[in-house]
């Protein structure tokens, strides 16, 4: 059962409460914490696609230096920067963006968006948010020679190996699959294993396809999330930490020892994430820096003054 884990305080009034589950597991992938239910499969969503990630390269994808391994694995926002390491490993592989399935979109990030429309720009899968992950898995195929067309099948020969890789990765058996917002099949997973999953790959040897995507991110947290998203701040405030959220409410990540945090917020409000991992990784024994110190606080605005703060519920941990 999900317990109250954040808390929204506005001129010293307790205006409203995120409820969820959360969990820490060791090097080892032994439970140090857990709130809440740790142990019933859900969806990750996006923090799937570092995993993701590693399994296409496990199964010949190469990508030009870890930017592209980043985009790989990306929620990107769009920005110039994003759409232009997927069109080239679309170009590198002889691919065009009409071949990506996932919907057409325009970037999330507000100036890149605008920009688009003032050029006159209509929507485009190359901008969604998933390009980079299906660009990554179309290439993974053309490097295979498996069909193209029917690559988010889930009997295609690339979901089954994706589906074997998370398998391996998190230890948890998958019965049946659901269908993520981008259209692909996604594996479920328990908190703890989703966790277990994440430490797996900073702690990996070197060259590895694990630990390969885990210095992706963390050399390029702009390029996994976006300007001012979850993931590059999270990231850019706690040095060897790599993570990555999923929507709806889901955020993981892991130390470089292997040690890792998994959350779900129940209402999938995006204010929750920041605070609560912070708060998880204080308890891991992150240093309390400032810049942490400032996403476990984030603040509450009335009128252009701070009024509150939305925080992980003290003591929770």
């Not at 917002?181 to 040897?205: D, E, H």
């Not at 204080?282 to 509450?300: F, I, Q, S, Y």
């Amino acid at each position: 059962m999900s317990i109250e884990l954040v808390e929204v305080v506005r001129s010293g009034f307790r205006e409203c409460v995120h409820r969820g589950s959360a969990v820490i597991v060791d090097s080892g992938g032994e439970i140090v914490v857990a709130v809440g239910e740790v142990h019933t499969p859900l969806y990750p969503r996006s923090a799937n696609k570092p995993l993701q990630a590693v399994a296409a390269l496990r199964h010949g994808f190469e990508p030009i230096g870890p930017q592209e391994l980043a985009i790989s694995g990306a929620s990107h926002s769009g920005q110039a920067e994003h759409i232009d390491l997927v069109a080239g490993i679309l170009e590198r592989h002889g691919l065009r963006a009409d071949q990506l399935q996932c919907p057409s979109d325009l970037p999330t990030n507000p100036l890149a968006r605008a920009e688009l429309i003032a050029a006159g720009e209509l929507p485009n899968p190359i901008y969604m948010t998933c390009s980079g992950k299906h660009a990554s898995m179309l290439a993974t195929c053309v490097v295979n020679d498996w069909p193209l067309a029917s690559y988010m099948e889930p009997t295609h020969p690339l979901q089954l190996a994706i589906v074997q890789t998370l398998v391996d990765l998190s230890g948890e058996e998958v019965d049946e699959l659901g269908i993520d917002g981008c259209g692909l099949p996604i594996v479920p997973l328990a908190l703890t294993n989703l966790a277990r999953a994440f430490g797996r790959l900073p702690s990996a040897a070197p060259g590895s396809p694990e630990r390969a995507v885990a210095d992706a991110f963390r050399a390029h947290p702009f390029l996994v999330s976006g300007s001012g998203a979850n993931d590059e701040r999270l990231m850019s405030a706690v040095p060897g930490l790599f993570s990555k959220t999923g929507y709806d409410g889901v955020y993981a990540g892991a130390l470089p020892d292997g040690s890792a945090f998994a959350l779900k917020i129940d209402d999938g409000h995006e204010r929750a994430l920041l605070p609560l991992a912070a708060a998880l990784l204080g308890r891991m024994g992150v240093d309390w820096t400032e810049d942490l110190a400032a996403l476990a606080a984030a603040p509450v605005i009335g009128g252009s003054t701070r009024v509150g703060t939305t925080r992980a519920i003290p003591g929770i941990f």
